[in-house]
Nanobody
């Protein structure tokens, strides 16, 4: 089993920035993907960004250029730097993990999820 815990959510005004952190622990696949998703009430989870063991990154068009996914040097933490936030970015943000090396942003392929951290952007 893998456990994932997110932190860093909060309230910010439009145009502001936040950095989310995810700390994975427990079992790791030899090759795995780590990703960020978000969900607003009544909507499906939206994939935002993913990174694999080799550092290959995938972004959704909705956040490309504004959000940056990264890991620390030891690969013990996953980050999501969010800049120029908009009210439409208000959502619960989740960290997720799965085995494999092709890190598509399809939530159905991710086996492990954190509890989420709330981001609220006011206009």
């Amino acid at each position: 089993q893998m456990q994932l815990v997110e932190s860093g959510g909060g309230s910010v005004q439009a145009g502001g920035s936040l950095e989310l952190t995810c700390v994975p622990s427990g079992f790791f696949y030899a090759r795995h993907c780590l990703a960020w998703f978000r969900r607003t009430p009544g909507n499906e989870r939206e994939g935002l960004a993913a990174i694999d063991n080799d550092g290959i990154i995938t972004y959704s068009d909705s956040v490309k250029g504004r959000f940056t996914i990264s890991q620390d040097g030891a690969k013990t933490k996953l980050y999501l730097q969010m800049n120029n936030l908009e009210p439409e970015d208000t959502a619960m943000y989740y960290c997720a993990s799965r085995g494999g090396s092709y890190c598509e942003l399809d939530d159905r392929t991710y086996a492990y999820w954190g509890p989420g951290t709330q981001v609220t952007v006011s206009s």
